[in-house]
């Protein structure tokens, strides 16, 4: 069997990968039954992403209130914020239009498709993730085109195409980006935009946040995907995650200036490392990066940070 485009996506949902495989197969036969089901990818990916940040643990969230609640909470950037709406437009537009689709907006969302799903990847899945090279079949049982043809073939029709759509959807981003500094200002502890109470990550790692404090780190910031410390002295960053094991992220800046931590550390892609550097990790979007370091008791990350403690002050 010939492994198929969006096979990768396997790795964090089967149902995903069999819905691309589906829309796949029609993508030329059935542009707006396509579109439809884009949007439908788009809705349960954004799903399961909102469940497993545990934001609806009150109220169910309606699939454009997901994306709007992700990108508030700084869990998706805001290119994969663009391109979820992108899709999300698209499908709407295809469900409720007489008119047949054109194949050059089937192409666009289909590339979309491929990015958001590269991106989850790269972000949530193994750091070992190579994205495959993007391909787009004209008719599944003929020659794949590639994906440098394949941006010859439809760049000439997307400005025009959907120009209105993207100026549409800048306009609600940067009235979204308002909004979220907003409430990151003036926003009331412990509650989300609708009125839920969330139990905070520190309320969860109170005794990871102790020991860091006792070793010479202050909280800073704190997203539902991770807090960030800053080293009293030396001003150097370290994010605690909100994986059940305890894991820290180190600055990959000074980790590889030093061969013991290197060695020890294993690379994580995370949006939620805001400070830390970026890089390609085989796809086309820029991810931030870090190292991360895991511990199965409080003593071991209690000697850790003492060790690194002791490494910050003499820098």
């Known amino acids: 069997m010939n492994n198929r485009l969006f096979d990768f996506v396997r790795q964090f949902s089967e149902e995903l990968a069999d819905l691309a495989n589906r829309l796949e197969d029609q993508l030329f036969e059935q542009p707006n039954s396509s579109l439809i089901q884009a949007r439908l990818f788009c809705e349960e990916f954004v ?183 800053t080293h009293k002295t030396s001003k150097e960053i370290v994010y605690l995650n909100d994986n059940n094991v305890t894991s820290i992220l180190l600055n990959p800046l000074m980790v590889e200036q030093n061969e013991a931590l290197k060695s020890k550390g294993k690379i994580r892609n995370s949006t939620a490392l805001r400070h830390f550097p970026k890089h390609q990790n085989n796809g086309e979007n820029l991810i931030h990066y870090g190292y991360q370091f895991q511990f199965t008791a409080e003593a071991e990350l209690d000697s850790f940070l003492k060790r690194l403690n002791e490494l910050l002050v003499r820098v």
């Open 47 to 229: 799903k399961k992403m909102s469940q497993s940040e545990g934001l609806e643990k009150i109220y169910p969230l309606k699939p454009v209130e997901r994306i709007n609640k992700l990108f508030r909470e700084d869990l998706i950037p805001e290119d994969i914020y663009t391109k979820l709406n992108t899709i999300r437009r698209m499908g709407n537009k295809a469900a409720h239009d007489v008119k047949e689709a054109e194949y050059k907006d089937v192409l666009d969302v289909h590339k979309l498709l491929f990015e958001i799903s590269v991106w989850y990847m790269e972000v949530y899945g193994s750091h070992e993730f190579t994205a495959p090279e993007y391909k787009i079949p004209l008719k599944t049982e003929i020659n794949l085109l590639d994906a440098k043809n394949v941006d010859e073939l439809i760049k000439p029709y997307i400005d025009q195409s959907l120009g209105e759509l993207r100026e549409e959807l800048q306009r609600h981003l940067e009235a979204m980006k308002t909004e979220k500094g907003n409430s990151e200002t003036g926003k009331t502890k412990g509650m989300d935009k609708i009125g839920a109470v969330k139990e905070p990550l520190s309320e969860v790692k109170k005794n990871e946040i102790t020991v860091f404090s006792t070793n010479n780190f202050e909280k800073t910031y704190e997203t539902t995907k991770a807090i960030e410390f």
